[in-house]
């Protein structure tokens, strides 16, 4: 007697394909496809036509690498921003949360992940000869290396820093320490070192 089919196929289908996203586990992905089996087919249709015209509308701006329907995208295309000073960040979901600082106002490099070796991410892996390529052009007067202050983010950024020291330019990092609220002896000590290095004028 053969295997009962307890999930139709089309449902495991769905679930198989939401398991694929990073972050999203079984019970995560077969909940999320029992609630759009749920919702009317409508609904269910107007969702996958999102989604195949995905890859159709979005491509990368040609001049940051951010994912944009349109070339330049709309931050590289406003001119109300200063394309002197150019903020480097690993993902396109950094330049969202820099955005919604709202202090802001120069332009981005996105690029597509951090140094690697392990996983096989060297430098020709990521955006980074576009980033020079955009240094060449001569108008870039400050570079902010934004990556994270994790090993690989690090190792990024000391890459870059001797990568673009042959430009007249200036490179900056993201000053990096103790949170608002934190007390001082629960920082650990790394955050703590560069909270030190990145110490400015009292006021």
């Avoid at 320490?177 to 909270?195: E, F, V």
């Amino acid at each position: 007697m053969g295997e009962i089919q307890v999930i139709p196929p089309a449902l495991e289908r769905v679930v198989r394909s939401f398991s694929s996203l990073p972050g999203i586990g079984a019970k995560t992905a077969t909940r999320l496809a029992l609630t759009i089996l749920r919702k009317p087919a409508s609904e269910a249709r107007e969702m996958a036509a999102a989604l195949s015209e995905l890859h159709g509308s979005i491509r990368l701006c040609s001049q940051c690498m951010a994912f944009s329907e349109t070339d330049p995208c709309s931050v590289c295309g406003d001119p109300r921003r200063d394309s002197s000073l150019v903020c480097v960040v690993e993902q396109p979901a950094d330049l969202l949360a820099i955005e919604k600082t709202d202090h802001y106002r120069g332009h981005y490099h996105i690029l597509h992940g951090v140094l690697s070796p392990v996983d096989g991410i060297g430098p020709t892996e990521l955006k980074v000869k576009e980033l020079i390529a955009r240094l060449d052009a001569g108008s870039i007067q400050e570079v902010l290396i934004a990556t994270s202050s994790t090993v690989p983010g690090e190792a990024t950024a000391s890459y870059l820093i001797d990568a673009l020291g042959r430009f007249s330019v200036r490179l900056t990092r993201l000053a990096c320490g103790i949170p608002m609220g934190m007390d001082i002896k629960y920082a650990d000590q790394h955050t703590l070192a560069r909270a030190i290095e990145s110490r400015s004028e009292a006021l």
